[in-house]
């Protein structure tokens, strides 16, 4: 499975060539100085990554007798070379050393971030293995779930499409299991291998599969999953392996609870499977930039989630079926009875208003001007938007519609009045322009049609604290204000008076704001 990566754009080529040249320490799975030093010194190797890692393993196995090890090792022809100071206290070391000789960009296109030893003993905590239960990890990696649990040699089953993942993993098995049988550890595409092996059941299912990788859908036909999205078809296609009474939990970015591309796999997850717990982690995966989470399933049939962060709150699961694109959010007692008034409340929403894009221009570095010139124009830019107000804008355009890459129609541009709102932003700044003029992309455009509702109260009240927790309950944290989102939002039915009086509180606040400043 690998990531076609279109780069169009200078900004995206000079991207690519970066990430194509750095390197990542693991910093969440690598604490120790004396580690770091050591996978640092690897670069002044100039042998093969293949060759580094295979000496390294053999180096942790060095004296075994084991019979299968010998196999094992006999089936890779790369000359051991002599590495001093090897670590051999450290936690899953070939994995830390092969996601730190990857560059950034290998390891996006293979998905490849390794897990912790904090989560991945939290993964497999709980889990008894004393009646002979089965432990399967469809994305293995080097193995730090499988080997974390308490599960015997034989009872572990690990199937990845990396080889040298795989050949880590046997290292890693072999290391915690020196007398050990070979290993059931399969270098297979996942998909590939379930087609010759699904009528078998697992009672453990424990994974951190690849985000973002481009599956050939002809080998995953599904009736459920339309996203293309790797994530979203491992789930489904595990899911059917796993045994009534066992246990489901995977490793997935915070996308998968909030994003509406999203939304098929977590209509998957309510219909069809039962949904038990949902765990943020705090610790950050490097390459990684959002939060992830285990989200854990069984074939039981309950009402209600365990969702845990900063805090533990049971939420009942059809509340998510209410929620546009039925997003996954932690709501504790006090939100659903917000929540609930708010909805009783409504009357309007944004849906038959008018949205429009700011400018795109195709290339900001040359087209967006910090002086003025001939036929420029002032543009505001997201950095200008605050509740109420835009600060004065620092930048120009040549508005040439020939010249840029999308652009809305004039009259939203020009409209007498306007809503602008910030776009990259957790919480809601929205302002009103009143001066025709243009906006770049990260300022998006409402021209609301709401007979009822002036421009200044629906601004006062999308500014509001009730509207941006609104927004951070209704559709997840995201930083990002997204358009259909806007559309959902509740707005609620008021007298014309009160829809005056706004107005006129808005108005007043606006210019002893100006004032101020």
């Given amino acids: ?43 002044d190797f100039k042998a093969s990554k293949e060759q580094i890692l295979f000496s390294i ?82 994305a293995c990696g080097s193995g730090a779930f499988l080997f974390n649990s308490k599960a015997p040699a034989e009872q572990i089953y690990g199937v990845d499409l990396d080889p040298i993942a795989i050949m880590i993993a046997k290292f890693n098995y072999f290391i915690k299991f020196p007398d050990a049988p070979p290993p059931k550890l399969y270098c297979e595409d996942f998909f590939n291998w379930y087609s010759t092996h699904s009528k078998l059941t697992f009672d453990y299912i424990i994974g951190n599969p690849p985000y973002g990788a481009n599956l050939d859908l002809s080998k995953v036909p599904s009736e459920f999953i339309s996203s293309g999205e790797s994530f979203s078809y491992f789930i489904e296609f595990c899911y059917r392996l796993l045994k009534k009474g066992g246990v489901f939990r995977f490793l997935l970015p915070e996308s998968v609870l909030n994003v509406k591309r999203h939304t098929d796999i977590r209509d998957f997850i309510l219909d069809h499977t039962n949904l038990t717990k949902i765990k943020r982690f705090s610790e950050k995966f490097s390459g990684v930039m959002s939060d992830v989470y285990m989200v854990e399933l069984d074939r039981d049939q309950t009402k209600e989630v365990l969702f845990t962060d900063e805090t533990s709150t049971i939420v009942p699961k059809d509340i998510y079926k209410v ?54 124009e002032h543009i505001y830019t997201g950095k200008e938007v605050e509740k109420y107000r835009l600060l004065p804008p620092k930048n120009y355009l040549i508005f040439d519609r020939r010249n840029l890459q999308q652009v809305a129609p004039d009259e939203i541009y020009r409209a007498p009045e306007k809503l602008v709102y910030k776009t990259i932003n957790k919480y809601l700044k929205v302002a009103v322009d009143a001066t025709g003029s243009l906006t770049s992309n990260s300022a998006n ?44 939002l509740p707005l609620p039915g008021i007298s014309s008076i009160e829809d005056k009086q706004i107005r006129e509180l808005t108005e007043e606040a606006i210019r002893r704001n100006n004032d101020a400043h």
Avoid at 327 to 343: A, G, N, P
């Fill in 1 to 43: 499975m690998n990531t076609a990566i279109k780069n169009t754009t200078i900004q995206n080529r000079s991207k690519w060539e970066r990430l194509n040249s750095a390197h990542t320490i693991p910093t969440h799975h690598v604490k120790s100085v004396n580690v770091v030093e050591f996978l640092q010194s690897l670069q």
């Fill in 57 to 138: 393993g053999c180096f942790l196995l060095k004296g075994n007798k084991n019979l299968a090890i010998k196999r094992f090792l006999g089936e890779y022809n790369y000359e051991i070379i002599e590495i001093k100071n090897i670590p051999t206290r450290e936690f899953d070391l070939l994995g830390s050393a092969y996601q730190f000789l990857n560059t950034k960009m290998e390891n996006l296109e293979k998905g490849l971030f390794y897990t912790s030893r904090n989560v991945a003993t939290d993964f497999v905590s709980g889990l008894d293995f004393a009646a002979g239960q089965v432990i399967f990890d469809p």
């Fill in 323 to 376: 929620f546009q694109n039925h997003i996954f959010v932690h709501l504790r007692e006090q939100d659903i009875v917000i929540l609930e008034k708010v909805d009783r409340l409504k009357k309007h929403d944004l849906s038959k208003s008018v949205f429009g894009l700011g400018v795109v221009t195709g290339d900001n570095k040359t087209k967006i001007l910090k002086s003025k010139v001939k036929d420029s």
């Fill in 445 to 488: 455009i409402i021209i609301p049609k709401i007979p009822d509702l002036d421009i200044y109260t629906i601004m006062a009240l999308l500014n509001s604290n009730l509207y941006s927790y609104l927004h951070l309950k209704l559709f997840g944290g995201v930083n990002k204000i997204a358009k259909e989102n806007l559309m959902a």
